[in-house]
């Protein structure tokens, strides 16, 4: 029986689910990125019905502004992941993760840090979802948005009792993280792996975050191989993954949005360790 490296075994494994994933140019990736609204308006406000809880999640993009500011295809999986969990728990994906929670969660409500929030879309559904209390960040000069949209949704979650913060966090940010704490837990994320120099801030705040009981969910679209591979190799030295849900290809692409659950190795409780 042959022996696979980490990075072997997450292409292979996107494969065999998913097909042949084709690597992206150098010169195409910022189209990549960009995405599908070249040409949209300066704003854009959506509403996203959860049909668990029979209400609207109402949603401000501002494509003109960046990457944050839109809303991408990783952030609607998870979305459509908790809307479905609480619709029918028994047949979730995310059923065996938040069953570790069930008995703290009878006295208080479940403790979540999203990071990179973007336009909150997910973080908002989660508290609403959840009944949750919910913790987005994301760099400073894209909280003023993220805090309109907590506030345009301020009467669905307080009738579905979730309860969401908003805090600027510069990833790997000893500062940033510490004035937020680390009580959390569970953590969320989705289409945060794209910018190569941001992957060692990021496994750092997640170094820090992540404890013996923490989870973190993340959401990811694979856009390039190479890109995708060298982060999760680092991460895997850190970290037990594991692939919990993948969605299937939307049309005109070859691959689907993958969920991966991370968790410490330590086990003692402490943080992790280079």
């Known amino acids: 029986m042959s022996i696979k490296s980490d990075e072997e075994d997450d292409l292979n494994l996107l494969t065999f689910l998913q097909g042949d994933v084709l690597e992206v140019e150098e010169k195409e990736r910022a189209a990549v990125i960009v995405g599908e609204d070249t040409d949209a308006q300066e704003e854009l406000q959506q509403q996203y019905y959860l049909d668990s809880i029979k209400s609207n999640v109402i949603i401000r993009q501002l494509p003109s502004e960046g990457i944050p500011f839109k809303l991408w295809p990783a952030a609607k999986s998870l979305v459509t992941l908790l809307d479905r969990y609480r619709l029918q728990p028994s047949s979730s994906p995310l059923t065996l993760i938040f069953s570790a929670f069930s008995n703290a969660s009878q006295h208080s409500p479940l403790r979540i840090l999203e990071l990179g929030s973007g336009t909150g879309l997910v973080g908002i559904t989660a508290a609403a979802t959840?009944?949750?209390?919910?913790?987005?960040?994301?760099?400073?000069?894209?909280?003023?948005?993220?805090?309109?949209n907590v506030d345009a949704n301020y009467n669905t979650l307080t009738l579905h009792g979730g309860s969401i913060n908003v805090a600027a966090l510069s990833w790997g940010e000893a500062k940033d993280m510490e004035s937020i704490g680390c009580e959390f837990d569970l953590l969320l994320a989705s289409d945060v792996v794209y910018h190569d120099h941001l992957f060692d801030p990021l496994l750092k705040t997640l170094q820090f975050y992540l404890r013996n009981n923490t989870v973190f969910l993340m959401a990811h679209l694979k856009r390039?191989?190479?890109?995708?591979?060298?982060f999760f190799k680092k991460a895997r030295k850190l970290f037990d993954i594991g692939m919990i849900h993948s969605d299937p290809p939307s049309p005109g692409s070859r691959i689907g949005v993958v969920v991966y659950r991370f968790k410490c190795k330590c086990q003692d409780g402490s943080k992790s360790q280079n």
């Open 130 to 148: 959840l009944g949750a209390n919910v913790t987005l960040t994301d760099l400073p000069h894209v909280v003023p948005n993220l805090q309109f």
């Open 224 to 230: 390039w191989k190479k890109k995708d591979s060298v």
